[in-house]
Structure formats: C-alpha cells, structure tokens
DNA sequence: AATCGGCCCAACCGCAGAAAT
DNA sequence: TATTTCTGCGGTTGGGCCGAT
C-alpha cells in the first residue's frame, strides 16, 4: 500500500475538544443529510474537521441512542464474559451492550474492571495455599502476556506478519521453536514471551489440548486455552520469583 | 489556599480491511 | 489485478477533575 497522509494532516482543520456550536452544526447536518460520506461531510456541513474526527464525535457522543451514566451491575458481568470469550474485541462487544460504544466500554475496561479482575486474582491467588510462595508481581506479569497474545491470536492480519517471520501458525495460537525453548510471540509487539515460556509441558499441555477430539470445537479450545493459560501462569510465575535477576521480561526476538 | 498526583474519559493516531476505481 | 480511497478498530494520549497532603 503506497504512502496515505493522515487526514488530520490537512493544514487548516481543528482539533481537539468539540465546542457546542460544532456539535450542533454536526447534529443538524446528519438528521438532515445523514452521513453517507464521512470524508465530504465536515466540508458540505461547513465543519473545519476532518470527517474521522466528526464520526468519532458521532458514534461516540453525539447519537441519539447513547445511554449515559454509570454501568449497571449487569452491563458489567457482560463486558467482563465477553471480555473472557473474545479478548479486546471492544466493538463486538459494544454491539451486546445497547447505547454503549466500544471507546465507553474501553475505558471502562482499563479504568475500572481490569483492576478489579487483577484484584481479585490476587485474593484468590492469597488464599491458595498451593502457590503461596509465588508473588503477586510474577503473577501479574505473565497475566499481560495473555493479553498480548490474545491480541494477536485475534488479529488476522497478523498472521500474515507470523508466516513471513517464518513463526508456524497453529490453530488460534503462534509459537515458534528455537533450539532451547518454546517461544510465543507478538508479531504486532516485536515482543517474545520467552522468559516466561521456557517450559515443553507447558506448551505440550496446550498442544494435548488442542488434539482433544470433541466435538464441540469452542468448548475443546475454551478449555484447552484455559487449562493452558493456568499452566502458563503457575509456571512463569515460578520462573520469575526462581531468577534472581530477572532479565528484561519482554526482550526483543530479533 | 496551594500543590501534587492519580484517575477518568474524550479525542487522536496509526493501521488494516473493505470498497471503489 | 493493482492501486487508491474510505471506514472502522484498538491503542494511546493529554487535559480536566478531584481528593489527599
């Protein structure tokens, strides 16, 4: 793809904060014309923007639709079930939560739920006396590589990226083999989880899985990626609290 | 009352895929 | 089929707000 300009680029547009004057010109416009060409719109609207930042203003404050307000109890258990089944898929979710956006659900996510999900891994992990002696930080450190590769196993594009790196594709995941270990890694990133992925178990617990021949195929890779991810994180966490320095978590793989 | 630091959220940016040419 | 344009997505940023000191 050849070289795009970013369409902010464009000498003359404002940015940053809507005022009321702008929002009303926007509103008035789209009940009016609607909004078929989000690129002729600012101009046709006498808008000095560019038509990404008056469908952003739109699809995330200024529909008629948006419900404002705090999150319900239920909304909540939504986002984080979704959140569990498609990772950081925030317009798949957004489209099971009626007037909310994928942005609203989004910083709801960073600002409110992650640290209460993390909180609660942390209770939970306390009062296990089984990995007592593994420390909080080790756990939550491996919890961010499960995001990162998430992020990747749901990215098509990166696939792409994987296969010219010469990283073997298997089922939803990506891993690669060098000579000493088993390494997962981000293509998007340019970052390897090998550190925390040093283990053959680890990775044949996920490959045993995988393999399982049931016939709901969700439930197998559900189960697998989940038995898999406890595996990972017991494992790591052990590795990180073992070294007695621990190198750069995230290294680059080259 | 002033300052500081963390939190929150609207908006921006870069990228990738779809659609158009 | 190749290239360009448009749209949508997810990550990130920055500034306002607010509580603590």
Redo the contacts with the bound molecule.
Sequence with gaps: ??S?R????NMGL?????TPEE?HILISYIQQFG???????PKQAGLL?????C???W????RPDIK?G?FSKEEEDTIIKLHHN??????????QLPGR????I???W???LK?KIKKKLIMKQSSNSETDHLDHEAILQPMTMM?MVN?AR????????VVNNNVHHQQHHYYKHSTTRTVFFDP??QISSSLLLNSDDVHHSFMDHNNNNNTDEDDVMEEGIHNFWYKLLVKSAETATAAASVPPALANFG
Aim: aromatic share 8%; charged share 25%.
């Design positions: 793809m050849g795009r970013a369409c902010c680029e404002r940015k940053g904060p809507w929002d909004h078929a060409n989000w690129r002729a719109l923007r560019c038509g990404k930042s469908r952003l203003r699809i995330n404050y200024l404002r705090n498609l990772g950081n898929r925030w317009s798949s979710i957004a489209t956006t994928d942005n609203e989004k910083n709801f960073h600002t409110h640290k995001m992020n749901t990215s098509s594009s990166n696939a792409t990226t998007k990133l």
